[in-house]
């Protein structure tokens, strides 16, 4: 089956450093994404992984371990305005060898001064 | 380029009655897919379409069902409304490849009364 786990909420200080943790289980892995979305917004793209490993993006860092089903986003000097949910998607390419996107239920970060 | 589109942005309509929601895509993106967003259940996949033809599915009934026209613009339409249908309906767009990020427009709300 498909199962994608977030925690669903967390709380961080303005300056400080969140880690949040994605794990999941799938029957096609072809990718895994991470995408910020604002209350009443659309999601907005943060990274992708695909192999093994850490991707950095500015204040934003995703890392992807395959073997273990693993994922985590990492955010640094957390700023106000990173108050959003963080949603992690798995591609599943199943059995028609195409991509859609599985989505966790998100983790709600809320941060304060 | 521009972003993707969606129209309308809100819709109000009664049980028993269908809706039309259309999605324009970034130019050049040959792919679009559809989510339907709800604070129970999370974002939630109904459909991709890629060059006028649906690509893959989710678990969603028959009342769901959508089309994609040579300009890559697409529609969604859900008949015989129910009160469980109210959501945010999103669509995303991309270059078509299983490994291309997907881009999400701002969402249609929707409210079934």
């Known amino acids: 089956g498909q199962n994608i786990d977030q925690p669903t909420e967390m709380t961080a200080t303005e300056g400080a450093i969140v880690q949040i943790n994605c794990t999941y289980q799938t029957s096609g892995f072809n990718g895994l994404f991470w995408y910020q979305q604002h209350a009443g917004e659309a999601p907005t793209f943060l990274s992708y992984n695909v192999l093994d490993g850490l991707e950095e993006k500015g204040r934003f860092s995703s890392f992807l371990s395959r073997s273990k089903g693993y994922s985590y986003l990492l955010l640094k000097e957390l700023q106000m305005k990173d108050s959003a949910s963080y949603l992690c998607a798995v591609r599943d390419l199943g059995s028609s060898n195409t991509g859609k996107l599985i989505f966790g239920q998100g983790t709600t970060l809320q941060v304060k001064p | 380029k521009a972003g993707v589109t969606q129209t309308p942005r809100y819709l109000i309509k009664t049980r028993g009655q269908q809706v039309t929601l259309s999605c324009s895509p970034i130019?050049?993106?040959?792919?679009v897919s559809w989510y339907q967003q709800t604070p129970g259940q999370g974002l939630q996949f109904l459909f991709e379409?890629?060059?006028?033809?649906?690509?893959n599915k989710g678990n969603f009934p028959g009342r769901f069902s959508g089309r994609q026209f040579s300009n890559s613009r697409s529609e969604m339409n859900v008949s015989t409304l129910e009160l469980g249908d109210s959501a945010l309906y999103l669509c995303a767009s991309s270059e078509g490849g299983t490994q291309e990020t997907q881009y999400f427009g701002p969402g249609t709300r929707l409210l079934v009364l």
């Open positions: 379409y890629f060059s006028e033809t649906q690509r």
């Open positions: 130019s050049g993106h040959r792919s």
